[in-house]
């Protein structure tokens, strides 16, 4: 029955919403929602995994999900780390892509989509307690098609920075019909 709501409630509009307001998001909306449920955290992820099964890899946990601002977590454990007992590069870069993945879905209008064209990734030092990555993009800001740089940084349980990514993302117009996107 709150499976139900929570769907019902996505699919409705917000009659209390001003016009002049860009609309909510539907990825942070379903994430509100499930925030008021126990497990609502890791619902969320699953929900996110099964839609981009690479992700699952790392076992996200989001911690803050808004328009153009993303905050996920990944757990140190035995899966993620490398010979060193640390974790590893790609756990992190994976994590990387996931925040400015998300990041940048929540920050672009409708009209808009994206792919990421590559990642420089610095790291800072050793990751040795569980991660948390963070990005931010400014949703008011005019975007256009073209080049965007989205940039992530990867903080430990001292939040200390572990990490830093810097990801290129193609923005392109969505197709308008069906036709276009096959073409």
């Given at each position: 029955?709150?499976?139900?709501?929570?769907?019902?409630?996505?699919?409705?509009?917000?009659?209390?919403?001003?016009?002049?307001?860009?609309?909510?998001?539907?990825?942070?909306?379903?994430?509100?929602?499930?925030?008021?449920?126990?497990?609502?955290?890791?619902?969320?992820?699953?929900?996110?995994?099964?839609?981009?099964?690479?992700?699952?890899?790392?076992?996200?946990?989001?911690?803050?999900?808004?328009?153009?601002?993303?905050?996920?977590?990944?757990?140190?454990?035995?899966a993620v780390e490398n010979h060193l007992g640390t974790v590893h590069a790609l756990a992190m870069g994976n994590l990387c892509e996931l925040a400015a993945g998300m990041a940048i879905e929540t920050a672009l209008p409708k009209k808009l989509r994206w792919i990421p064209k590559g990642m420089q990734i610095s790291y800072l030092r050793k990751a040795t307690t569980d991660l948390k990555a963070t990005c931010v993009i400014d949703p008011s800001r005019h975007f256009q098609t073209g080049e965007f740089e989205a940039v992530v940084s990867v903080f430990d349980k001292q939040n200390m920075e572990v990490a830093r990514a810097t990801i290129p993302m193609y923005l392109s117009k969505k197709p308008s019909n069906v036709n276009e996107a096959v073409a």
């Open positions: 029955m709150r499976q139900e709501t929570v769907q019902n409630s996505i699919s409705q509009p917000d009659s209390s919403r001003s016009t002049s307001q860009k609309p909510v998001h539907r990825g942070v909306a379903l994430y509100k929602k499930l925030m008021t449920l126990p497990f609502g955290k890791r619902l969320f992820s699953a929900i996110v995994c099964n839609k981009a099964p690479y992700f699952s890899t790392i076992r996200p946990v989001f911690y803050r999900f808004d328009p153009g601002h993303v905050e996920v977590g990944l757990k140190k454990r035995r």
